[in-house]
Structure formats: structure tokens, C-alpha cells
């Protein structure tokens, strides 16, 4: 059995007010054309499929005519939803999909959803988590200590049917680390959790964290959540990552979409296929002379984030820089008087604010959602314990 992961599609995205639906319909072509050409059997999208709750027209149109063609060649597809979609609007015509081989699970009801199948191996089961947060799992299991993330889903997991003598799948979209580990993050969960404070490597988010331990019963684990192609602790378990870049922070990953082939119980192989954007995202940093130089100037329609170290300002460089670059995205300095305005601007802004607004405002920055009354607590508690009396 053949079976393509993606994630993160999030059609009808714009990234610097620059619409992303053509290099969207772009990658969901060349997705079919790999599925067809690998002859796959189907297709596991962990979450996020669309950038807003409520997805324009377009997006829905998009969407559409990838499953109706999908359908169309007999090719089975499993859907979960994750934090950017709505669990009502994905739902909907999910029992009437059933019939096209379109599988969707967009809301938690107590236990994971499964779907059983079978090649020459034996039985394959399939099962869809969609996202889920500790107070939805808690509802469904009000006996069991469930105080974070990886207690929600390692209860769901526990509770599941999983019969360790057949193939077994699971799609979940989670922000699961490694005991040793954690993922590199990407777009819009766009930093890595890492930090160096005082030569000491921390982390922060831990509330959310999902120990990849607790998939240990399935032969493959396909994730969401993160936009950064990568495996979590073992090979079966992995994020497919976004097929486009989102940000600047992207520029540098190799987008890919994961080919799983299930053989007998034990014997899972996976290739990444390289996807090829419409156009690329880069970040390109000099002076202006340096970067217009029609020597440097390389595949102009690319999207193009810029970083100029003139020391003096240039007047309209938007204006110049897209009759070389038209797909410039955005603008910025890096040079002595940014680095001083920087530094001070920040001092000023941390001595007048409050620190909850200041937390709020980092966790967005960091993770681009708003920090949980949970998050918040455990920051007020650890800033306590370091002296902080205004973290109430």
C-alpha cells in the first residue's frame, strides 16, 4: 500500500498581502501528478487544510477540485482538521464524502476515528485525530488527570482499539517533540522553541508538547502543525511539512511531500519527493548597489524578502526593487542606526508595559497564536520564582 502525507496546506493564504492561491493550485497539481505517477492508494492530509476558519470562496473552490480529482481517480483521502480550520465548516457533507473515498474527521467526539482496509499484507488501520486541546479530551474523560496536551493524547491513545498485530496509521496534528529533541518550527508556528539564555539552552510551550512515545503503537505516524519538513524521535514519525514557503523564516527549507509504502507489519518505507514551487521564496541581504546588480539579479518572479546594510536610507527602494524583483514582499535595514534604534526602542517598550501584555506579546510573536490561560500561568509562576513581583 502507497500512501502520500501532506500537511499544512493552508489554501488561501497571503503572505505580505500577496495571494498564494496560484502557487497553491500550482502544488495541489503537482500532487496529483506524483500520485498518479506512484500509483498510491491514498492520501493523508494532517490538518490545517485551510489559513482561515471561515475560507474565502476561492479557497473552498481549490480544495474542492482536488478532492472531486482525487475521487475521480479512485484514490482514498483522509482528512483532519487542525488549528487554523474550522471543525464545523470542514465537517460539513463528511458523511455524504464517505461514499468518494474522502474520510474527514474535524471534531473530537470522545474517540479517533477509524477506517480499516486491506492490501495483500493483511488489514491496514487508519485512524484521524484532528487537533485537540486538554479541556476537549478532559470533557470525554472527566476521570482521568489530564492537565496538558500530551496527557490529552496519550489518554486518547490508550482508549483506542489498536491491535498490535496489524498495520496500524494515525493522523494527528499536534506540536509533538522528541524526549531529546524538539522540532524546528516554521511559518506560522515560525521560531524554533529553542532559546540560548545565559549560555543554557530553554525551551518554552511546554503545556502543548506531545511526547512521540505516545504513537509508539503505530507503524506510521503523519503529523501537522509544523511547517518544517522532519522526523520526531523515529523515521515513522514525521511532519510532511507545508508544500509552499510562508515566511521568511522558510526560506532556506526543502519543501517535500512523504511517500509511505506499507509492506508486511514491520516494513514501512519512505521517500521524500521534492516538490518544485511556481516560484521560490529567498531572502537576499547587501547594499542596494550589491543586490541590483544585473550580475546577481536571478529568477525574478521569485518572492523576495530583503534585508539592505546601506548605511543611509534610500528613498523608495519598494518601488525600485520591484521593477528588478515585482514579487518583493517586504523591505527591511540592518545597519548601525537600525541596531541602536532597536535596542532602544525595546528597553523603552519593556520598561512601560505591563508583563502579561508583554508575555502575550511574545508567545504571539513565537508561535503566531495567542498564549492559553495555562501558558500563562506557568510564565507568572516562573517569573515569580526569578523576582518579578509584577507578573500578576
Not at 221 to 234: F, S
Request: proline letters at 4%; a negative charge; aromatic letters at 8%.
Amino acid at each position: 500500500m502507497k500512501l502520500l502525507h501532506l500537511g499544512d496546506l493552508h489554501i488561501g493564504k497571503t503572505v505580505n498581502d500577496f495571494s498564494m492561491i496560484q502557487d497553491q493550485e500550482y502544488m495541489l497539481n503537482q500532487i496529483l501528478n506524483i500520485a498518479q505517477e506512484k500509483s498510491v492508494d491514498g492520501i493523508l492530509i494532517a490538518g490545517d487544510v485551510y489559513d482561515r476558519t471561515i475560507p474565502s470562496e476561492e479557497a473552498v473552490r481549490v480544495f474542492d477540485d482536488f478532492l472531486c480529482r482525487l475521487s475521480s481517480l479512485k484514490i482514498d483521502v483522509y482528512v483532519i482538521s487542525g488549528n487554523h480550520d474550522s471543525d464545523e465548516r470542514l465537517h460539513f457533507g463528511s458523511r455524504l464524502f464517505e461514499h468518494s473515498g474522502i474520510h474527514i474527521a474535524s471534531k473530537f467526539q470522545g474517540e479517533i476515528y477509524q477506517h480499516k482496509v486491506e492490501d495483500e499484507f493483511g488489514k491496514v488501520n487508519i485512524f484521524l485525530l484532528p487537533f485537540v486541546k486538554a479541556s476537549q479530551v478532559r470533557h470525554f474523560f472527566p476521570d482521568k488527570e489530564i492537565e496538558n496536551y500530551d496527557d490529552a493524547v496519550r489518554t486518547v491513545v490508550e482508549s483506542a482499539s489498536v491491535n498490535p498485530e496489524e498495520r496500524n496509521i494515525i493522523v494527528a496534528h499536534q506540536f509533538v517533540v522528541g524526549r531529546k529533541e524538539l522540532p524546528m518550527m516554521g511559518g506560522s508556528e515560525n521560531a524554533s522553541v529553542r532559546r540560548q539564555v545565559g549560555g543554557e539552552e530553554q525551551t518554552v510551550g511546554t503545556v502543548e508538547m506531545v511526547y512521540a512515545d505516545c504513537f509508539e503503537p503505530f507503524d506510521y505516524v503523519a503529523l501537522g502543525h509544523i511547517h518544517a519538513p522532519q522526523r520526531i524521535g523515529r523515521e515513522e514519525v514525521r511532519y510532511s511539512g507545508s508544500m509552499l514557503k510562508y515566511s521568511k523564516s522558510e526560506v532556506l527549507n526543502e519543501k517535500s511531500v512523504p511517500l509511505i509504502t506499507l509492506q508486511e507489519k514491520g516494513t514501512v518505507e519512505i521517500e521524500l519527493i521534492p516538490l518544485k514551487p511556481l516560484y521560490d521564496m529567498r531572502h537576499l541581504k547587501g547594499t542596494l548597489e550589491q543586490l541590483l546588480n544585473p550580475e546577481n539579479i536571478k529568477e525574478p518572479e521569485d518572492y523576495i524578502f530583503v534585508t539592505l546594510t546601506d548605511e543611509n536610507p534610500v528613498q523608495d527602494t519598494m518601488l525600485i526593487f520591484r521593477q528588478y524583483y515585482p514579487n518583493t514582499m517586504k523591505i527591511e535595514y540592518d545597519n548601525a542606526h537600525t541596531r541602536s534604534m532597536g535596542e532602544v526602542e525595546v528597553s523603552e517598550a519593556v520598561m512601560e508595559r505591563p508583563f502579561q501584555e508583554l508575555a502575550q506579546d511574545f508567545y504571539q510573536m513565537m508561535y503566531g497564536v495567542e498564549i492559553s490561560e495555562a501558558e500563562m500561568e506557568l510564565l507568572k509562576k516562573a517569573a515569580k520564582e526569578v523576582g518579578i513581583d509584577e507578573a500578576d
